[in-house]
């Protein structure tokens, strides 16, 4: 799961004014699950209201990735 608040600690601290994220799906499956998209949908709206711009959540395995932006979800 994530921890929104590092997420943006972490932005803050390294003076990003965008952040990408990432984790990767040990299952071979990169379809987003449920928690995925809920937790893409929390971080984004923080993001607005912090002035962080979520660019994209991908998701990874070891031959395949799935892009949140590139399938429209962000």
Do not use: C, M
């Amino acid at each position: 799961s994530f921890n929104n608040r590092e997420i943006f600690l972490n932005a803050f601290n390294n003076h990003a004014s965008k952040i990408v994220i990432a984790h990767n799906h040990p299952s071979q499956n990169v379809s987003p699950s449920l928690a995925d998209k809920k937790a893409t949908i929390e971080i984004k709206k923080a993001s607005l209201l912090i002035g962080i711009e979520l660019v994209d959540h991908i998701i990874v395995s070891y031959n395949d990735y799935f892009s949140f932006k590139e399938n429209g979800l962000i």
